[in-house]
């Protein structure tokens, strides 16, 4: 979820958050969702955290073996 700036408020990300992961899930039809939380972005880490989401203390692995860092997961 990427978003300018003065949208990186708490109140926008949950509301954000409400909308789009029962969708994505659906749509997708995947039992997780992992979005990336830059370590500085302490409002953001907060909403994820309050919402559910789990921090990843090791890097994701792509599809294409490149390794992801900085992500928080929601399980279903």
Not at 6 to 26: A, G, W, Y
Not at 48 to 74: A, C, M, R, T, W
């Amino acid at each position: 979820m990427d978003l300018r700036s003065d949208f990186e408020r708490s109140d926008v990300v949950m509301k954000l958050l409400r909308l789009i992961v029962d969708p994505l899930q659906t749509i997708f039809k995947c039992d997780n969702i992992a979005s990336k939380v830059v370590p500085l972005n302490t409002e953001r880490k907060k909403v994820f955290q309050e919402f559910g989401f789990s921090e990843v203390n090791k890097p994701l692995i792509g599809n294409d073996s490149k390794e992801y860092f900085h992500y928080f997961v929601l399980n279903k």
